[in-house]
């Protein structure tokens, strides 16, 4: 669509038809809102980019999000498959009656979905919680659509290959991420910058990472671009795909081994930091390929349909999206993540998956309990010590979440596992591969064994529970919204706003309050004797 291309838009100016002032109220709620959504994905999903970077203290946070951005912008250009997926694979328009109809429906359904996903997304960020917005997204779609349209207009096989995905990519993030932790601990401990240890299993770690990001970012996450087609059909196709990964294994391994010689020392200290500093970079490149469509999808596909609706519901789904949409998309993605509530979820997310003894978290006492117990069980099973490294980054005082070499394992796998379903066209949760991850690397380095193990077991088994009442939540007021929007009209799309503001005001408020109160009750825990010379 070309920028200038407005005049089947003008319409709808006049008000004098319900219809109209419908169109017309939904066209400004869905442009208004697509920007609104996509700052809110950018401010929740933040933290699934840089926590490992930032929780390794390689670089600032601030320095994380840009080199994370670049990426976001790169990747959501080459979206357009995903956001396909998202917008026409959960509903099929066309099934919605007749003509104004059908209009009117669809337009409900895409501006529900984003009145309840903005305010939910807002919500966990105020508390400092990872949500998938993979998740809302099509559970939301799917409230909506069985809502107005009952169960014949959704695409159950697609919904069930999209819920599928999701599950899967978490199980192989958390199960890949495991073993290649405690294999890549094993052979080099905490001598990550030890130059003696890096010519020995430098090469083979880094290479394999290296081999695995090239495969699935490029390969396979850029196989539109003509230079990567092009070597896919004469090299990944003549020789196959584990050839062609041993072959870059081998080459970047003896690379990486040839710096150590020359270059000694200093290149030892930089391998695992700039592996993880590209690991980064290539989480954005997946982020921006894939939850593009959580938040550019419902308004795109809102304003192809004020455009075309004339002609018909499938013309106007069938249209590819310009990609100057998409990277402005992107962009707003990246307003997001520099945002103050982006760090309340970027630190939680790095405290629940730290090495530290003492972590500033919340989670309710039930979990608490759950987490004590389950705690209790393992040590008397099989008591372990804990091999994580020190959480005091070496040659400083700075503390520290991670080090450098489980920040590059949580990076370098979850950032395939996206691309991967990128390159089939699946919108996946960048949240949940990455908290796999997460929590996958800190089981094979026996986190649970020392300081608030509780409250870090606690925390995951919270933020596991909020994931599916996220789920339940999205389906049910997205389904309620839409049923208000399609009864109403533009009344309809109002008053939804108007709750929509209101639950945000009370979610900030109480998510304030608890951020004080679990900053507090950390300190105290961190400097019992200073707080009780206080309360003496």
Wanted: aromatic fraction near 8%; glycine fraction near 8%; hydrophobic fraction near 55%.
């Amino acid at each position: 669509m070309d920028l200038l291309a407005i005049e089947p838009l003008l319409g709808i100016i006049d008000l004098s038809s319900d219809m109209n002032l419908f169109l017309w109220v939904a066209l400004v709620t869905a442009v208004g809102m697509l920007i609104w959504d996509t700052v809110e994905v950018g401010r929740n999903d933040a933290a699934n980019l840089v926590n490992a970077a930032y929780g390794a203290r390689i670089v600032t946070r601030n320095k994380a999000v840009w080199i994370a951005g670049i990426g976001v912008v790169l990747g959501a250009s080459l979206s357009s498959g995903v956001v396909d997926t998202a917008r026409k694979g959960i509903f099929d328009p066309t099934l919605l009656t007749d003509m104004d109809d059908a209009l009117k429906k669809a337009l409900a359904i895409y501006i529900a979905v984003y009145i309840v996903d903005t305010v939910l997304l807002y919500g966990y960020s105020a508390f400092g919680m990872p949500v998938s917005t993979t998740a809302c997204l099509v559970f939301e779609l799917l409230g909506a659509s069985f809502a107005v349209g009952g169960s014949a207009i959704v695409m159950w096989p697609n919904a069930s290959k999209v819920v599928t995905a999701i599950v899967l990519s978490i199980l192989i993030s958390g199960v890949a991420s495991f073993f290649v932790q405690r294999a890549v601990r094993g052979a080099i401990g905490d001598r990550a910058e030890h130059l003696v240890t890096l010519l020995l299993h430098g090469g083979w770690a880094g290479g394999g990472m290296l081999a695995m990001l090239v495969y699935f970012m490029v390969l396979k996450g850029m196989k539109s671009v003509p230079t990567v087609k092009w070597f896919k059909s004469e090299v990944v196709e003549a020789y196959g795909a584990v050839p062609v990964i041993l072959g870059l294994w081998l080459i970047f391994a003896v690379i990486i081994h040839a710096c150590l010689i020359i270059f000694r020392q200093r290149f030892a200290q930089r391998l695992f930091p700039w592996l993880a500093i590209l690991g980064t970079f290539c989480m954005g490149v997946a982020f921006g390929q894939n939850d593009l469509a959580n938040c550019a999808a419902p308004g795109l596909s809102a304003w192809n349909l004020i455009e075309h609706r004339t002609e018909s519901v499938e013309l106007a789904t069938k249209l590819s999206l310009p990609s100057w949409m998409l990277v402005v998309c992107g962009v707003l993605l990246l307003s997001g993540m520099i945002t103050k509530r982006a760090h309340r979820v970027t630190q939680a997310a790095v405290s629940a998956g730290s090495q530290s003894n003492v972590v500033a978290l919340y989670a309710p006492r039930w979990c608490i309990a759950l987490a004590r117990r389950l705690i209790r069980m393992r040590g008397k099973l099989a008591p372990v010590a804990p091999i994580a490294p020190s959480p005091v980054k070496p040659g400083t005082d700075e503390l520290r979440d991670y080090d450098s070499v489980r920040a590059c394992v949580i990076l370098g796998i979850s950032a395939c596992v996206i691309a991967f379903a990128s390159s089939l066209k699946l919108p996946v949760s960048t949240t949940y591969v990455t908290f796999a991850a997460v929590v996958a690397t800190g089981a094979a380095d026996r986190i649970m064994q020392r300081g608030d193990a509780e409250l870090k077991l606690a925390r995951t088994i919270w933020v596991i529970f909020s994931w599916f009442s996220a789920a339940v939540i999205a389906a049910v007021a997205a389904g309620v919204v839409c049923t208000l929007i399609v009864t109403a009209g533009a009344a309809g799309i109002v008053t939804g706003l108007l709750l929509n503001f209101g639950c945000r005001f009370v979610l900030q408020k109480r998510g304030d309050r608890q951020a004080l109160a679990v900053e507090s009750a950390a300190a105290e825990r961190m400097n019992p004797e200073q707080f009780a010379s206080e309360d003496s």
